[in-house]
């Protein structure tokens, strides 16, 4: 049985994580008498269940039509360029100058 110390070096992570996922059922766990115990070979089928079969790829992300695409990037830059009602957009990245020339 490995303590949380021994887990945490093994896995590499922080034993505060290790408490926090015990507290939330994340990780297999053994209770002692109070003390948070993990069984290795446990852990290492729990960490199994984490990798991706060889016959599963990713799924690659959709591709969108280019017209749509397009239509889209204009209606984004109307939406964020354009002035409404007569309202100033202004960016917060831009400062406007004093009148002496300086920001």
Not at 6 to 14: G, H, Q, R, V
Not at 37 to 42: C, L, S
């Amino acid at each position: 049985m490995l303590t949380i110390k021994e887990l945490s070096a093994w896995l590499n992570i922080k034993p505060s994580t290790l408490y926090l996922w015990v507290s939330q059922k994340k990780i297999p766990c053994r209770r002692i008498h109070g003390l948070v115990r993990f069984e290795p070979e446990v852990i290492q089928a729990w960490l199994k269940s984490f990798e991706t079969s060889p016959g599963k790829p990713f799924p690659l992300p959709t591709r969108h039509d280019a017209r749509g695409l397009d239509h889209l990037i204009e209606a984004s830059k109307r939406e964020v360029y354009t002035s409404r009602y007569g309202e100033t957009i202004q960016s917060s990245l831009i400062r406007k100058e004093d009148s002496d020339g300086a920001i």
